[in-house]
């Protein structure tokens, strides 16, 4: 087997995403190891787990930041001294700046609560019930500087089922998302999928 990938996940709560990820990293012959968690918030469920799990930690608190720029410098740095080679975003709740999100360009992805383009943004699952969606779902997608706009890796759907409300639909989303995220890290650190140029190359 060739080198595993070294991979970063950022957070900013619960984490499940990002337990999804350290569960499949840790089957046999999967192409990348989680070798850090990140977050920006002291108080992100995630952390324990991971730490529970063997694999370092970081916070790197917003709030302690005057800009942008130097909280994404500050990430930055610890992701090269730590020799990140992926960086998955898990419910990371900060906009990255365009120069962050361009060095990364290829090698940094997202997982977003519906079926992009469809609701870009907050509040998924009520949107989506709003608008009488029939199918719903989630999607990994590279991340670009626009937000919720890189190209798509991978989509799941679900339905939409009578009487759903939030709750129920956002599980039924969720546990694909927890089947679709470990298999994009996996085809990324691979190289079965690739960016090039604004569109995903598969082999
Ligand atoms: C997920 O729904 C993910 O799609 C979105 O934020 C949520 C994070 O949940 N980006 P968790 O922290 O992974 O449980």
Redesign the pocket.
């Given at each position: 087997m060739s080198k595993r990938k070294r991979a970063a996940i950022l957070?900013?709560?619960?984490?499940?995403?990002?337990?999804?990820l350290i569960d499949a990293a840790r089957r046999y012959g999967f192409p990348a190891e989680i070798s850090l968690v990140l977050s920006n918030r002291p108080d992100?469920?995630?952390l324990a787990f991971a730490a529970a799990n063997g694999i370092a930690t970081a916070i790197v608190d917003h709030k302690a930041f005057e800009s942008r720029d130097a909280f994404d410098a500050a990430i930055g740095k610890i992701l090269e001294s730590t020799r990140i080679e992926i960086i998955c975003?898990?419910?990371?709740?900060r906009v990255l700046t365009d120069p962050f999100v361009q060095k990364w360009n290829g090698r940094i992805i997202?997982?977003?609560?519906s079926l992009l383009p469809e609701f870009k943004g907050l509040d998924?699952h009520a949107r989506a019930l709003a608008a009488g969606a029939k199918v719903h779902g989630?999607t990994v997608h590279f991340v670009v500087p626009e937000l919720d706009a890189g190209p798509v890796i991978l989509q799941a759907e679900v339905p939409v089922k009578e009487g759903d409300d939030e709750a129920t639909l956002?599980k039924r989303?969720?546990t694909e998302?927890?089947r679709i995220?470990p298999l994009a890290l996996k085809m990324l650190a691979e190289g079965k999928v690739r960016l090039e140029g604004d569109r995903v190359v598969k082999s």
């Amino acid at each position: 087997m060739s080198k595993r990938k070294r991979a970063a996940i950022l957070i900013s709560g619960r984490g499940s995403n990002m337990a999804a990820l350290i569960d499949a990293a840790r089957r046999y012959g999967f192409p990348a190891e989680i070798s850090l968690v990140l977050s920006n918030r002291p108080d992100a469920g995630g952390l324990a787990f991971a730490a529970a799990n063997g694999i370092a930690t970081a916070i790197v608190d917003h709030k302690a930041f005057e800009s942008r720029d130097a909280f994404d410098a500050a990430i930055g740095k610890i992701l090269e001294s730590t020799r990140i080679e992926i960086i998955c975003l898990a419910g990371f709740m900060r906009v990255l700046t365009d120069p962050f999100v361009q060095k990364w360009n290829g090698r940094i992805i997202n997982i977003h609560p519906s079926l992009l383009p469809e609701f870009k943004g907050l509040d998924t699952h009520a949107r989506a019930l709003a608008a009488g969606a029939k199918v719903h779902g989630c999607t990994v997608h590279f991340v670009v500087p626009e937000l919720d706009a890189g190209p798509v890796i991978l989509q799941a759907e679900v339905p939409v089922k009578e009487g759903d409300d939030e709750a129920t639909l956002g599980k039924r989303v969720l546990t694909e998302e927890h089947r679709i995220y470990p298999l994009a890290l996996k085809m990324l650190a691979e190289g079965k999928v690739r960016l090039e140029g604004d569109r995903v190359v598969k082999s």
